[in-house]
């Protein structure tokens, strides 16, 4: 496999370049260091894959890199470069979700038209459903998101299925719930939860605590992401759950036994975007891909809270 990887300076994107050298292949990651947040935390998640032999990186946007040279010799696409987060995808920031999540998805789509590529596998969100599907959510059931961030994700999975249609680029869309581990944005919950508590600051809770989520130990996400690469069906639309749902509250007790310490709470109002509940039905991802997530979510948070107490020393 000669995979490129876009936003392989993220969370994600960093853990599977790091999969995907472990199992031979060679990887071009490419990253344009939005100021979303700090250089040096992508710097830092870059910092093994750099020793690699088989590992390239280029500082680009995707809206100005020379897609031809990138692409040439290219067997797999891993598009995982976006701008994330819900709640400032809102206002006048929203134009930044069209150009990176849209815009961007397009013009790699047309620059991946009439070349040998076995896969594209676009890295979507369960944020595209809303709060209309039925629990559990199955890919058929009509999104109908109540963010933009979740309307720009939906945006680019039909730009993957019409340049499937169209022009047969293989385009394998997956939509992750809630993905953690080491490396999580500090913008995300379990990490600001997690430095909070370090801190012995109270924990932000928006709204009444009984939400719940589906949690995607980032391992188990990277495994699936790699088996859609080969197995997953182009034109296709996977779920990538941890396969159980928790609400916020017993996350908040998972967090206070996992550290050891206390945790108290700053209860503010609900965040507009902010869906009620997550829980993907996975039957097509383990039938297809044979995913089956390997890693409770309380082991997930202590491997976590390790890596964070790590690099705050």
């Known amino acids: 496999m000669k995979a490129l990887v876009t936003g392989g300076a993220g969370f994600i994107g960093s853990h599977l370049s790091e999969r995907l050298l472990d199992q031979g292949a060679t990887v071009t990651a490419i990253d344009c260091f939005t100021d979303y947040y700090a250089r040096e935390i992508k710097e830092r998640n870059l910092s093994k ?3 690699c032999p088989g590992f390239r990186f280029v500082e680009d946007a995707l809206g100005t890199a020379n897609l031809d040279r990138l692409l040439d010799g290219v067997t ?6 976006a701008q994330a ?41 369960s944020s595209v459903y809303g709060d209309e599907a039925q629990l559990p959510m199955r890919e058929d059931a009509t999104p109908h998101p ?10 680019a999975e039909h730009l993957c299925n019409l340049y499937f249609v169209n022009h047969r680029v293989p385009a394998v869309s997956l939509r992750y719930f809630t993905v953690y581990g080491p490396r999580q944005r500090p913008d995300m919950g379990f990490h600001r939860f997690f430095s909070a508590v370090l801190d012995d600051r109270p924990v932000t809770q928006y709204g009444d605590g009984l939400q719940t989520r589906d949690f ?15 197995q997953g069906t182009p034109g296709g639309v996977y779920n990538i759950g941890g396969g ?55 082991e997930g948070l202590r491997e976590m809270f390790a890596w964070m107490e790590t690099i705050r020393r």
């Open 85 to 125: 987060g819900v709640r400032k995808s809102w206002g006048k920031d929203f134009h930044t979700y069209t150009a990176l999540n849209v815009d961007a998805t397009q013009v790699l789509l047309e620059a991946c038209v009439g070349r040998p590529i076995a896969r594209f596998v676009y890295a979507s969100s």
């Open 216 to 230: 995607t130990f980032v391992s188990d996400a990277v495994t699936a992401t790699v088996a859609a690469a080969v």
């Open 146 to 155: 109540v963010s933009p961030y979740g309307v720009s994700k939906l945006a």
């Open 244 to 298: 159980s749902r928790v609400s916020l509250r017993d996350v908040f007790a998972m967090i206070s036994r996992v550290s050891g310490r206390p945790l108290r709470t700053d209860v503010q109002p609900s965040q507009k975007g902010d869906m009620r509940d997550t829980y993907a039905d996975t039957a097509r991802a383990r039938a297809d891909l044979g995913f089956a997530p390997a890693t409770r979510l309380e």
């Open 49 to 51: 894959s750099r020793n």
């Open 76 to 81: 797999h696409v891993f598009h995982l470069a």
